[in-house]
C-alpha cells in the first residue's frame, strides 16, 4: 500500500505518474498534462475540416468507384466512419492525408448501434443509402452530453421526399416503395445534419427539391462543390435556399476538403489564452469572422491575410458577451474555448448557448480550476477571476477538452485534462501542435 490511502475499486498500489490512489479506471486513461505560463509562439497550418470529411465520406456512397478525397485529418471520427464505409461494402485506405474510397454498386443498406453509438454523425448514411439502395436500415442514435439532440427534421424531411419510417427494436427501417422524389421543405432549424441528409438524399431523387432555411455552413457548401464535381445539380449551397435538381446517376469524383475553421479557432483561443501569438495558416479566415470579433472585443490583436491570421493575446482579456448561432454566428463548438479565456476576463461576460439545451458539463470543470462561472437556463454567466490553478479535470467532450486544455495554458501549476481521447476525434495532432508553439505540455498514456 505504500501509505497510500486505499480508494473503493482502486488498484492496491499507487500509480507514481498520477501521485497514486486514482480509481482503477483513471489507471487507463489518457490525460494532457498542461503546465501554465508559457506564451504561445509560432505558426500553425490546418488540416481539412472534420465536419466535412465526415460528411464527404458518406456522399461518396452515391456513387460506384473510386473516389479520392485530400486533406482529410487523421482523427478517430475518420476512423470511425471508414468502418461505417466497410460495413456497408465500401473500401477506405488512407494514403497520408489522402483517402482512397471504393464504392461498391450495391452497398449493404444499414448501419449497426456499436457504429451509430461511436458517432452520430453515422446517422447520414441513411439519406444516401436511401438514394442508393431504396432502403436503410440506421440504429437511432440516442441523447448525449449536448442534451436529447432528436433527428426528427431529418426524418421529416425524408418523408414529405416519399420515405416511409417503421422503428423496430431501436432500429430505424426508411423505404422508398415508390423511389424518392423532389418536395418544398421548409427546417424548423437550420440543422447541419437535416440539410445534409436531405441533400444526400435529393441528389438522385426524382425532379426537384428546395430545402428552406437550411444550414449555411461553409462545410455543407464544401459538401455541395464535392457532390456537384460528382455531376449532382444544386443551387444555392451556403446560402438558406438550396434547390437540387435530381439527376439519374452520379460519378465518382475527388475534392479536397475545405479547412477546419475550428481547428484555426481553437489555436487562436489558446494564443489568446496564453498571452502569445501565433499565425494561423491555411485556413478561410472568413469562415471565422465572427470568432475572430469577438477576439478583438476581447483585447486581442487580430491581423488577416487570404488563407491566414495572427492573433496576440492581451496581457488580461476584456469581458465579451455572446450568443452561439448557426453559421455565420459564433459557433457552438468555440464556446467552452471562449469561456476558458473569458474566465480570466477583467470583468463579467454573459454567454447564450443557442444551439444546444446542454453543452455545460465543462463549466464545472471549469470551477474546480478556480473560475467563477455559473449557467442559467441557456445562459452562461462568466465572473472573470485574475488566475487559474491547475488541478485534474474531466475533458468530457471534444471541444471541452480543447478547452480545459486551454485553460492549463495559463493556470498556475500543472493541469491534468483525463480522457482526453476525446481530443482525438477532432483534432489531429493536437499536443504536438502546442509544442511546436511552445506550450508545456505532454500527453500521458497509462
Ligand atoms: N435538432 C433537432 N432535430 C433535428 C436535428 C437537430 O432538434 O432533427 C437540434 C439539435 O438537437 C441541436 C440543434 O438542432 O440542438 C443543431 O443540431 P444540428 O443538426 O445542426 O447539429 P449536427 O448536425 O448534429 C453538427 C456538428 C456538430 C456541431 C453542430 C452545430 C458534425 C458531425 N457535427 O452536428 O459538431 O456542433 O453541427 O454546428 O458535423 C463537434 O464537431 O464537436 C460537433 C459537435
Not at 36 to 63: F, Q
Not at 152 to 176: C, K, N, P, R, S
Not at 311 to 340: C, E, I, K, N, W
Not at 425 to 431: A, E, I, P
Request: glycine share 12%; hydrophobic share 45%; aromatic share 4%.
Amino acid at each position: 500500500m505504500r501509505g497510500t490511502a486505499r480508494v473503493p475499486g482502486s488498484l492496491p498500489w499507487g500509480n507514481t505518474r498520477f501521485g497514486g490512489g486514482l480509481p482503477y479506471s483513471r489507471l487507463f486513461m489518457d490525460a494532457i498534462r498542461v503546465v501554465g505560463g508559457r506564451p504561445l509562439e509560432g505558426e500553425l497550418a490546418v488540416l481539412g475540416a472534420k465536419n466535412a470529411a465526415l460528411k464527404h465520406m458518406v456522399a461518396s456512397l452515391l456513387a460506384p468507384g473510386t473516389h479520392r478525397l485530400d486533406n482529410v485529418p487523421d482523427i478517430l471520427d475518420v476512423e470511425i466512419m471508414g468502418d461505417v464505409l466497410r460495413h456497408v461494402g465500401a473500401r477506405c485506405e488512407r494514403d497520408g492525408s489522402t483517402l482512397h474510397l471504393e464504392v461498391p454498386e450495391r452497398p449493404v443498406p444499414e448501419a449497426p448501434l456499436e457504429l451509430v453509438r461511436q458517432m452520430r454523425a453515422s446517422i447520414l448514411v441513411l439519406g444516401a443509402l436511401l438514394a442508393r439502395t431504396g432502403e436503410a436500415r440506421v440504429a437511432l442514435p440516442g441523447g448525449d452530453d449536448f442534451g436529447s439532440r432528436p433527428i426528427d427534421f431529418h426524418l421529416d424531411g425524408l418523408q414529405q421526399m416519399g420515405v416511409h419510417f417503421d422503428l423496430v427494436h431501436g432500429v430505424l427501417h426508411a423505404t422508398a416503395p415508390n423511389g424518392i422524389h423532389g418536395a418544398d421543405v421548409f427546417l424548423e432549424f437550420p440543422s447541419v445534419g437535416a440539410t445534409e441528409n436531405l441533400l444526400l438524399a435529393a441528389v438522385l431523387a426524382d425532379g426537384k427539391t428546395t430545402i428552406g432555411n437550411a444550414a449555411r455552413e461553409p462545410e455543407l457548401a464544401d459538401l455541395a462543390a464535392y457532390l456537384s464535381k460528382m455531376g449532382a445539380k444544386i443551387d444555392g449551397a451556403g446560402t438558406s435556399t438550396i434547390e437540387i435538381h435530381g439527376v439519374p446517376g452520379l460519378t465518382a469524383a475527388a475534392h479536397r476538403v475545405v479547412p477546419d475553421r475550428l481547428e484555426a479557432g481553437t489555436f487562436a483561443l489558446a494564443a489568446a489564452m496564453s498571452r502569445g501569438s501565433v499565425t494561423v495558416s491555411e485556413c478561410v479566415p472568413d469562415h471565422s469572422r465572427m470568432e475572430l470579433q469577438k477576439l478583438q472585443a476581447a483585447g486581442c490583436t487580430v491581423a488577416v491575410g487570404d488563407d491566414w491570421f495572427t492573433v496576440t493575446g492581451p496581457d488580461r482579456p476584456l469581458p465579451v458577451d455572446l450568443a452561439t448561432l448557426p453559421f455565420p454566428g459564433f459557433h457552438t463548438d468555440m464556446h467552452p474555448q471562449m469561456v476558458s479565456l473569458l474566465a480570466v476576463a477583467d470583468g463579467t461576460s454573459i454567454v447564450t448557448e443557442n444551439v444546444y439545451t446542454a453543452r455545460f458539463r465543462y463549466i464545472g470543470e471549469l470551477n474546480r480550476m478556480g473560475a467563477d462561472i455559473v449557467a442559467d437556463g441557456q445562459h452562461v454567466v462568466v465572473r472573470g477571476v485574475e488566475g487559474l490553478s491547475g488541478c485534474e479535470v474531466d475533458g468530457c467532450d471534444i471541444r471541452a477538452a480543447a478547452a480545459l486544455t486551454i485553460a492549463g495554458l495559463r493556470a498556475d501549476g500543472e493541469n491534468l485534462v483525463m480522457d482526453a481521447s476525446h481530443i482525438d476525434r477532432g483534432y489531429q495532432d493536437f499536443v504536438p501542435k502546442l509544442q511546436s508553439l511552445g506550450a508545456n505540455v505532454e500527453r500521458l498514456r497509462s
